[in-house]
């Protein structure tokens, strides 16, 4: 059975950097496309950043403004989000997704597979 999860989450003071990671398992993901979303108290859940497992090719929420990088290693079958110059608006609960139906899902309903969330908080 597939699974995603992740870890990494704490508690931040702002301008700090902080790494999160997925680690996927259950089935091949290698054609799937991952991504973190994240969800606030009272917003929306967003996606933060894409990665198409097979290339590496990658989308940002434009919010991230070079401030995150979502990345992928094969070996450990792991997709990590590092986060650099960290905001108290990024303040949320992060979740690894994984879609084995769309390349390139931008939406929330394309994703099939999530993980339970890893709680980010950034203090001013």
């Known amino acids: 059975q597939a699974q995603l999860v992740e870890s990494g989450g704490g508690l931040v003071q702002a301008g700090d950097s902080l790494k999160l990671s997925c680690a996927a398992s259950?089935?091949?993901?290698?054609?799937?496309?991952m991504a973190w979303f994240r969800q606030a108290p009272g917003k929306e859940r967003e996606l933060v950043a894409s990665?198409?497992?097979?290339?590496?090719?990658?989308y940002y929420g434009d919010f991230v403004k070079g401030r995150f990088a979502i990345s992928r290693d094969n070996a450990k079958n792991t997709v990590d989000l590092q986060m650099n110059s960290l905001k108290p608006e990024d303040t949320a609960v992060y979740y690894c997704?994984?879609?084995?139906?769309?390349?390139?899902?931008?939406?929330?309903?394309?994703?099939?597979?999530w993980g339970q969330g890893t709680q980010v908080t950034v203090s001013s």
């Open positions: 259950g089935r091949p993901f290698s054609r799937s496309t």
């Open positions: 990665l198409i497992w097979s290339d590496a090719s990658t």
């Open positions: 997704a994984a879609s084995s139906t769309v390349i390139s899902a931008r939406r929330e309903y394309e994703y099939n597979y």
